[in-house]
């Protein structure tokens, strides 16, 4: 996930350089005036933007919190210590909407200055070590599955995605998958469909969930990672298909 990321690179005249651009200032858009950028730049000279994960504001809709728990409870495989001997705790990633914190091993905590998150995780003692999540969560909301028909009314459930290793960047959020699940219809499940794709960016999909759903499900883990979410109501995503 991209969120594991917070570098911004921009360019412009021909070169590039980092810079400390709000995340949310350009987001939706490619190209944005540097005036509206700090006021540092010449009025009206554009800059356009390559990607930008620095949080200085709202990441994502208020009520979203996203949270890595390795003691999750009636997890088989709770986890004291990451696979650098660093202990470990429950952290909230994103906490009611804002950017709270990214997800470190040793090598990387010490590059950004901050203590590690105890996310260096390892497969065998000669492996090397990769940063992951423990128990991945989206938070439950407050809706049941038959509120959350009823409020899209006429829309698509999607209840099954593949191909994530290779329709989805991991930098710039951008994402199309193929998928299958089935219709909604005046605000009720009806006939399945399949082999529709949908498309769109991770960062603004945090910006566009409307309602969460009361119950958070849980996939199959993965090593120690094992991802978590309620059924999830948004609102203007891109789908193709017959």
């Given at each position: 996930m991209a969120i594991f990321s917070n570098q911004a690179t921009l360019t412009y005249n021909g070169g590039s350089t980092n810079?400390?651009?709000?995340?949310?200032?350009?987001l939706d858009?490619?190209?944005?005036?540097?005036?509206?950028?700090?006021?540092?730049?010449?009025?009206?000279?554009?800059?356009?933007?390559?990607?930008?994960?620095?949080?200085?504001?709202?990441?994502?809709?208020?009520?979203?919190?996203?949270?890595?728990?390795?003691?999750?409870?009636?997890?088989?495989?709770?986890?004291?210590?990451?696979?650098?001997?660093?202990?470990?705790?429950?952290?909230?990633?994103?906490?009611?909407?804002?950017?709270?914190?990214l997800l470190y091993d040793l090598t990387t905590a010490k590059k950004a200055g901050v203590e590690s998150t105890g996310n260096g995780q390892k497969g065998a003692y000669l492996s090397p070590v990769s940063i992951a999540p423990y128990n991945f969560s989206l938070a439950a909301g407050d809706a049941s599955e038959e509120e959350l028909f009823a409020a899209v009314g006429n829309g698509i459930y999607v209840t099954e995605c593949k191909g994530f290793h290779a329709g989805a960047d991991a930098v710039t959020g951008d994402f199309s998958i193929e998928s299958a699940g089935f219709m909604i219809r005046d605000g009720k499940k009806a006939e399945p469909i399949k082999s529709f794709t949908v498309a769109g960016n991770f960062y603004q999909l945090l910006k566009q969930i409307d309602r969460l759903g009361n119950e958070v499900k849980w996939g199959l883990p993965g090593g120690f990672t094992v991802f978590g979410s309620p059924n999830v109501l948004v609102r203007g995503m891109s789908i193709a298909g017959k």
């Open positions: 810079s400390n651009i709000a995340y949310g200032e350009i858009v490619l190209t944005a005036t540097k005036t509206a950028i700090e006021g540092t730049y010449a009025p009206g000279e554009l800059v356009t933007y390559v990607v930008t994960l620095r949080n200085t504001g709202g990441t994502a809709l208020t009520g979203v919190t996203v949270t890595d728990d390795p003691m999750r409870e009636g997890c088989p495989m709770q986890t004291n210590f990451d696979g650098e001997g660093v202990a470990t705790a429950r952290r909230n990633v994103i906490e009611k909407g804002v950017l709270k914190t």
